[in-house]
Each structure stands twice: as C-alpha cells, then as structure tokens.
C-alpha cells in the first residue's frame, strides 16, 4: 500500500495560486490511479481531481475544472495539484490519494483506498 505525504498547503487571498505536492513511496507507484480529495469544516470528503497511471489522462470535479490542474512524475513518485483563482469556498484539507485497485479514471471519493494526511488550504475573501 502506498504511503502518501502531502505539502504545499497555506493560507492564500481569494484569486491566488497554491501548488500542492504529494510523495508517494513504493516500486509500484506508476500502475495506480492517483487523485486528490479535500474536506471542508462540516462537510463530506469530496473527489477534487484524478489522473492516469501515466498521466495522460485527467478528471476534474466540476468545481475545480479550468481553475486546477493535476500532475505526476513516475520518476520521482509525486503527484501534484496546481490551484489558480482560488476560491474561499476552495477552503479545505486536501488529501493525495491512491487508486489502486481501478482500472477505469477514478470519479468518486470510494474509488480511493489510500490516503495521506492531508494539508490545509485557507483561502480567504
């Protein structure tokens, strides 16, 4: 099972950039799916972003399309999420998060069965 660290998180102004980075150990990185989820205060963990085993492929909630950007390095085990014009309804702790039993793109938070633990986004108004 992967172990996943996140970083990157912080306090950002409402229209900023964050650039998440999440490293995962294991020889067997580059055959699973890989996402982002993030929780806000009193809500359910929602699916943010996904990517292929490859990193051809990306999916992206409707919330986040166009503003987000999810990325990968095999070579050195990281995945990242690169956040524009963020929102303070982006305000949340996100979570890098394994997919290794899918064999389809990831779309939902129970497609994931691993996950770090998590670093916190605040974005203020």
């Known amino acids: 099972q992967a172990q996943l660290v996140e970083s990157g998180g912080g306090l950002v102004q409402a229209g900023g950039s964050l650039r998440l980075s999440c490293a995962a150990s294991g020889r067997t990185f580059s055959s699973y799916f890989m996402g982002w989820l993030r929780q806000a205060p009193g809500k359910e963990r929602e699916f943010v972003a996904a990517?292929?085993?490859?990193?051809?492929?990306?999916n992206y909630a409707d919330s986040v399309k166009g503003r987000f950007t999810i990325s990968r390095d095999n070579v050195k085990n990281m995945v990242y999420l690169q956040m524009n014009s963020l929102k303070p309804e982006d305000t949340a702790v996100y979570y890098c998060a394994a997919a290794p039993g899918m064999q389809a793109m990831p779309s939902l938070v129970g497609d994931f069965t691993s996950w770090g633990q998590g670093t916190q986004v605040t974005v203020s108004s």
């Open positions: 990517i292929s085993r490859a990193g051809v492929n990306t």
